[in-house]
């Protein structure tokens, strides 16, 4: 199921710029984040497709509810494969 969305302005500068350098995007929830980085991982596949170089991209959150969230939207998002990885830390 790919249920594309489109950016807003504000996501568009956020994407652009983070092409250049590294960059911290602080939105409250709800906003867009996640549609940011789907944006950059479309482009570092298709950029590294083109240069036919096997990829793997890492996306880390900091909790397990948060990475069955994540992996979700990313497998509506991208025509690539998407795994998931996670684990409780007990102390």
Known sequence: MNT????R???????????????LVVLD???GKTLIAVLLIK??????CLEK????VIFMVP???????????LNSQLAVK??????DRTN
Do not use: M, W
């Open 63 to 73: 909790s397990v509810p948060l990475v069955i969230q994540q992996a979700e939207y």
């Open 82 to 87: 998407v795994e998931s990885a996670c684990g």
């Open 43 to 48: 482009h570092y596949i298709a950029i590294k």
């Open 4 to 7: 594309q969305q489109n950016p």
């Open 9 to 23: 302005d504000f996501q568009i500068t956020a994407f652009k710029l983070a092409l250049s350098r590294n960059v």
């Open 53 to 56: 170089i096997k990829t793997i």
């Open 29 to 31: 929830t709800g906003l």
